[in-house]
């Protein structure tokens, strides 16, 4: 199929630097959405340290139980507000990173099967007399692979959109509940 040794060592090679630089990409890319999420929860543990420590502070200082009990109570929205932050911000960094990620898989194979679909015509351009049902065959391997690969990235994509509609719905369910205990709470305190 091929006419030298060196055309084909030289689409081995530049198949593999193209698989060598993808591979850095993705792994850049992973090492960036860690290294973003580490700090997110480096920050979320001091905070949450912090504010621990005043409002065990302010516990300690209550007077009387119906002083303790207001309290607690009030610290409830506070928390609830941080703890749906985090989770938006979460969600934020691994939406972004799957984008990215996808986005250079894609870029990846759409480059490898150009490149493999060119070889092959170069090759059926080199192929002796009778090869014609051979080439239909790898071309024809070719496209169902290429077919394959699209409906597979169509259905990654939606599984990925109804994780992050998921998300988002339990953030909001999680607010709305925030929500009615801090009223809940903050009624309980005008009655009394």
């Known amino acids: 199929m091929f ?15 193209a698989q060598l ?3 850095t990409t993705l792994s850049t890319k992973s090492v960036e959405a860690f290294e973003q999420i580490v700090g997110l929860n480096i920050n979320a543990s001091k905070a949450s340290l912090e504010e621990y420590a005043a409002a065990t502070r302010q516990l300690l200082a209550a007077k009387d ?8 109570a009030a610290q409830a929205q506070p928390v609830a507000a941080r703890a749906i932050a985090y989770g938006r911000q979460l969600a934020s960094i691994a939406n972004s990173a799957q984008t990215e990620l ?3 898989a894609e870029e990846q194979f759409a480059e490898n099967s150009r490149k493999v679909t060119a070889m092959v015509d170069d090759a059926a351009k080199n192929a002796p007399a009778g090869s014609e049902n051979v080439i239909a065959i790898v071309k024809s391997a070719i496209g169902n692979a290429n077919a394959g690969y699209e409906q597979f990235s169509k259905a990654t994509k939606q599984a990925a959109e109804v994780v992050e509609a998921n998300i988002n719905n339990a953030v909001s369910q999680f607010s709305q509940a925030a929500e009615k205990t801090a009223s809940a709470a903050g009624t309980a305190r005008t009655r009394k």
Request: glycine share 0%.
């Open 102 to 104: 996808t986005r250079v």
């Open 3 to 17: 006419t030298t040794p060196e055309q084909f060592a030289t689409v081995a090679k530049a198949n593999l630097e």
């Open 21 to 23: 630089a993808a591979f």
């Open 65 to 72: 139980p119906q002083e303790f009990v207001t309290l607690t």
